[in-house]
């Protein structure tokens, strides 16, 4: 079984292969609880990923973020591994994973990069969109291309003007002969620099609906953004609709149901993807920092035999354990499909994401000056944590929506 | 389906809505939507707890708000569903 998941070939030398299994192995050693929940073929597919990223991606995170730009070489990378469609059935010529697997990829992933993490993040909100609300005829055109990874989606929600209300979208779409034409602007849209089809929400007669968007479609212009803090190399970008055919067997969903219905499935998945992809920034923030307090020396001491430092590091291992359960808990539920798998996610997204925060920064604590710098990424996790706790739902509106939900909950307990 | 399988049907329903929304009682024909019982995470909670519980998948097709709008439409799409 093990042998089976394990399908692609290893392009590494012998020295860089045992220095990796060396650290596996630490990594194994330092979370055995969480670890022994995973059954054999999960264990066996983490270690796959972490070897991906280990050759593929932590070498050229710096670069990637310094440069804000992601190579078509990795995207490559990511499509032939399978990765682009891991949650996708086989017959959508995906790998049809469990949401185990998907959240065990986006933690693997989130370690080495978390602009390269979203990518997947995106894949997954439109895939998984298009596979539960998506006619047959848009699943069969649009899912294997996305799934193979021929082709990059975007998920084209958020305006200059629209945040976290998602009602008061102002993009809109009218009817005209047998078409619809849209118009208006989305901003900070991951890789929009880069994407091939985007599932863009506007209103229809004040009907909100969803639609697919090529990217070469007449009227449709990109403006890439730069120079944010953190997901540099994400791609985003600010789109701009005037004018735009939109053939009417390209809606996805039926109107009137795009903000309840259609984009709850999308935003789901992205958030068991961004919970996940930050439980491995978290882990990279845990790994740099017991690794630098072990070796580090002031005077005749390590910083690790300072009680200070192991304050942070005490608080930053729970906090990653805790963490892991969480992400873990929540990509079961969604396996089990349990409608408790969004308040699991939730909870998951808003504790891992403040969680990153807290240890990125206690992270270039510990390292200090050279924590700082870019020779070291936790200067890179630092930027990139702040980020999480603000895609896919911000701090504020996962208080708002969790702290409701327990609320409600007052009647199981007889109150 | 029988009458006592109805009946299942919509105090499961029933349960399921009353142990995630703070309301002591539900009418078989209260608007879900329009008296502001539930939001849109509820509405796929609630889509997720009926598929998972009666073994059926609700499509694009199945997009009506008809289909949710109270306990004795919610039994009727399942029922339906069943092919009942």
């Known amino acids: 079984m093990v042998a089976n998941v394990l399908r692609k070939p290893r392009l590494v030398s012998r020295t860089q292969a045992e220095a990796r299994d060396q650290r596996l192995k630490v990594e194994l050693q330092t979370v055995p609880d969480a670890q022994q929940a995973l059954a054999d073929v999960h264990k066996a597919r983490h270690k796959e990923f972490k070897t991906f990223v280990a050759d593929n991606v932590e070498p050229f995170a710096e670069q990637w973020d310094r440069e804000q730009q992601l190579p078509e070489a990795i995207l490559a990378k990511l499509a032939q591994w399978g990765y682009l469609g891991c949650s996708v059935p086989a017959e959508y010529d995906g790998q049809g994973w469990d949401v185990v697997t998907f959240g065990l990829l986006n933690e693997a992933l989130g370690r080495g990069s978390s602009a390269l993490t979203d990518v997947l993040t995106v894949q997954a909100m439109v895939s998984m969109t298009l596979l539960k609300w998506g006619s047959a005829e848009q699943k069969h055109q649009w899912l294997p291309p996305l799934a193979r990874g021929e082709m990059i989606a975007a998920f084209a929600m958020t305006e200059p003007g629209t945040g976290s209300d998602l009602q008061s979208l102002a993009t809109g779409l009218s009817a005209q002969g047998g078409h619809f034409i849209l118009h208006g602007t989305k901003r900070w849209i991951s890789c929009a620099q880069f994407a091939g089809v985007f599932l863009v929400f506007g209103k229809l007669e004040q009907h909100p609906v969803a639609c697919l968007v090529p990217r070469e479609s007449p009227g449709f212009r990109i403006e890439p953004i730069t120079d944010l803090m953190g997901l540099r190399a994400a791609g985003l970008g600010q789109l701009h609709f005037e004018n735009v055919k939109v053939p009417t067997a390209n809606l996805v969903g039926k109107p009137g149901f795009a903000l309840s219905h259609v984009a709850p499935v999308g935003l789901h998945h992205g958030r068991i993807s961004a919970a996940c992809s930050a439980l491995g920034l978290l882990r990279g923030c845990f790994e740099e920092s017991i690794a630098h307090a072990a070796k580090r020396k002031i005077g005749n001491k390590t910083v690790g035999e300072m009680g200070m430092i192991r304050s942070l590091i005490a608080r930053m291992g729970t906090d990653l354990e805790a963490a892991r359960l969480l992400c873990h808990g929540a990509c079961r539920a969604e396996d089990e499909h349990s409608p408790e798998a969004f308040e699991k996610t939730f909870m998951a997204k808003y504790f891992t994401s403040r969680a990153a925060v807290r240890a990125a920064s206690d992270a270039v604590q510990i390292r200090g000056a050279s924590g700082c710098h870019a020779a070291s990424p936790t200067s890179r996790f630092y930027r990139d944590a702040k980020i999480m706790e603000i895609i896919e739902g911000t701090t504020q509106i996962h208080e708002d929506i969790l702290g409701k939900i327990f609320v409600d909950q007052a009647g199981r307990f007889g109150k | ?84």
């Open chain 2, 1 to 84: 389906m029988t009458a006592i399988d109805k009946t299942e049907i919509k105090e499961t329903v029933r349960n399921f809505i009353l142990s995630s929304i703070n309301l002591s009682e539900i009418k078989d024909d209260d608007n879900l939507f329009e008296s502001g019982i539930v939001n849109s995470l509820f509405t796929v909670q609630l889509m997720t707890f009926i598929e998972r519980t009666f073994a059926i998948e609700v499509g694009m097709d199945d997009l009506d708000m008809e289909n949710f709008k109270s306990l004795n439409a919610t039994t009727a799409f399942v029922l339906k569903k069943n092919g009942g």
